[in-house]
């Protein structure tokens, strides 16, 4: 799921869910037409908190680095 977000000075607006970019890329022609012309957007991905939370695997690279330095 994807997120919209525009900023237009102080006020900021977070809107969808979408179920790809491409979905909130077409609703942003559409409401940017509501805001100021130096409004900023960004189109996010929204986690899941287990995502967040799961450690990840480390690297190969810095395991390399670790055990050459060991």
């Known amino acids: ?3 919209l977000t525009i900023r237009d000075g102080l006020q ?3 809107i969808g869910p979408y179920g ?3 979905q909130a890329a077409d609703d942003l022609d559409r409401l940017l037409a ?3 012309e130096r409004s900023r957007w960004q189109i996010h ?3 899941s908190p287990e995502m967040v939370l799961t450690p990840k695997a480390e690297p190969m690279e810095r395991r390399k ?3 050459t330095a060991a």
């Open 1 to 3: 799921m994807y997120l």
């Open 12 to 14: 900021t607006r977070h």
């Open 20 to 22: 790809s970019p491409k």
């Open 34 to 36: 509501q805001f100021g």
């Open 45 to 47: 991905a929204l986690e």
């Open 65 to 67: 680095l670790m055990a």
